[in-house]
């Protein structure tokens, strides 16, 4: 599976960014799904999660009601809609794909997901 990630800019507060995450070599409606962010200096942590049956969803509580997870099965394409942006969701964010995931669950950490985007910067600064 490869994943290529895009949307990232240089945003101000409570500005919107839309990721995107392609991917080709399997079709994401049945991967289990993540988006996780780096900041600098900082661990990697898991923003939100999809699971394959797109029932189930996780988010990190920081970004719960601005984040939503989604995906479009025909596109492939796996989206991180990132609304009333902070200054402290500047990070390069990443997603990644689970290839042999149970129906409904999500996955928060990131030694659970087998394949990984490059990464795509957002900075979100006045």
């Known amino acids: 599976v490869q994943l290529q990630a895009s949307g990232g800019g240089l945003v101000q507060p409570g500005d919107s960014l839309r990721l995107s995450c392609a991917a080709s070599?399997?079709?994401?409606?049945?991967?289990?799904v993540g988006w996780f962010r780096q900041a600098p200096g900082k661990g990697r942590e898991v923003v939100a999660a999809?699971?394959?049956?797109?029932?189930?969803?996780f988010y990190l509580d920081s970004v719960k009601g601005r984040f939503t997870i989604s995906r479009d099965n025909a596109r492939n394409t796996v989206y991180l809609q990132m609304n009333n942006l902070k200054p402290e969701d500047t990070a390069t964010y990443y997603c990644?794909?689970?290839?042999?995931?149970?129906?409904?669950?999500?996955?928060?950490?990131?030694?659970?997901?087998?394949?990984w985007g490059q990464g795509t910067l957002v900075t979100v600064s006045s």
């Open positions: 070599g399997r079709p994401v409606g049945v991967l289990a």
């Open positions: 999809l699971s394959r049956s797109a029932s189930s969803t």
């Open positions: 990644a794909v689970k290839g042999r995931p149970s129906s409904t669950a999500t996955y928060a950490s990131a030694g659970e997901y087998d394949y």
